[in-house]
């Protein structure tokens, strides 16, 4: 079995976790939409302005926005009738038409079944998280990395975000819940010696997988942005191509901000992959639709509650399945 290869598998329970995840920005959508097209037979122009204002509350973002409202646009100029029941059926296939459009993006990394070595030794995936502070990244890793141990893969954290207050300890006690390794020079040291010893005792150690931490930062500060290729440069030199993925972390709930975060962050260094944390907790869940769409970068990871197994893998044709599912929110 590939090192990724149990992240594909959704359990009963997680699709549960899901729906729960989802009701607050499923409710307020269904809720906004319904209350503003009531008394409305058939799908015209006043509808459509409604649907579009529905989305862009729920943070779809302009641009996705205008692309849903094109599609279903265009369907309705085609059929000769369109009545307000169907609705919810256009939107759910134009909003998976738009995902499977990016389909290739959400590919599932997978390491090679024979590895490769350094030195004769197994190379381990390493995986580098930045973010801003407050999504939730120091969580999100914990919750990751017991993905990974309770498959049955070893997996070491390694303490780079070495300025915020208790940041270390904090990731220490994650290492112990999860059963991690755990990698650390202390508070107040250089990020990128904690970054290299941190792979090269994964490398050592024959793990297969290093979870590194940054410190966070503001996406619009350049020095601190710059200083996340210092960590990548420090990384290569003990593993070539390390690190294998860039996970940013970024809180669902801040809504059109979290797009720009990952823009400024896609520019000043090679975010391969997201994570979308607190969908649970609220109503714009929308985001989810303007960032694959736009960045073109996979959501990979979702975060719907605060259990240690409510970090899911992303898979777009389950998120609308879900979305659209739930008894009672038909148009």
Excluded at 275 to 301: E, F, H, M, R, S
Excluded at 315 to 330: I, N, T, Y
């Amino acid at each position: 079995m590939g090192l990724f290869d149990f992240l594909k598998k959704t359990t009963p329970a997680e699709t549960e976790r899901l729906d729960s995840g989802l009701t607050k920005s499923r409710q307020g959508f269904f809720t906004r939409l319904g209350r503003s097209i009531v008394g409305k037979s058939t799908v015209d122009e006043e509808v459509l302005d409604a649907l579009e204002d529905t989305l862009l509350q729920s943070d779809v973002g302009v641009d996705t926005t205008v692309k849903i409202i094109a599609r279903i646009r265009a369907h309705v100029a085609q059929a000769k009738y369109t009545s307000t029941e169907e609705l919810g059926r256009l939107l759910r296939e134009a909003i998976a038409g738009l995902l499977h459009e990016n389909r290739a993006t959400y590919a599932t990394e997978k390491l090679d079944q024979t590895r490769p070595t350094v030195a004769g030794k197994p190379v381990p995936y390493v995986i580098m998280v930045v973010g801003v502070n407050g999504v939730g990244k120091t969580t999100t890793i914990g919750k990751l990395a017991h993905r990974f141990t309770a498959a049955g893969h070893t997996v070491l954290l390694g303490a780079g975000d070495t300025f915020r207050a208790a940041a270390v300890d904090q990731l220490r006690i994650w290492a112990e819940r999860v059963g991690a390794g755990f990698a650390t020079k202390g508070m107040n040291t250089d990020p990128a010696a904690v970054a290299y010893d941190a792979v090269r005792q994964g490398l050592d150690q024959g793990v297969d997988l290093v979870i590194v931490d940054t410190a966070g930062r503001l996406h619009n500060k350049v020095p601190l942005m710059n200083e996340l290729s210092k960590i990548k440069r420090t990384m290569e030199k003990v593993v070539p191509g390390a690190p294998h993925e860039v996970l940013l972390v970024l809180d669902a709930s801040t809504g059109q901000n979290a797009l720009q975060q990952a823009k400024a962050f896609g520019e000043a260094t090679e975010v391969t992959a997201l994570a979308l944390t607190k969908l649970d907790g609220t109503a714009k869940g929308g985001v989810v639709l303007a960032i694959a769409d736009q960045l073109k970068i996979p959501v990979k990871y979702i975060g719907v509650g605060e259990q240690l197994t409510d970090l899911q893998l992303f898979d777009p044709d389950q998120f609308v399945e879900r979305f659209f599912a739930a008894e009672g929110l038909d148009l």
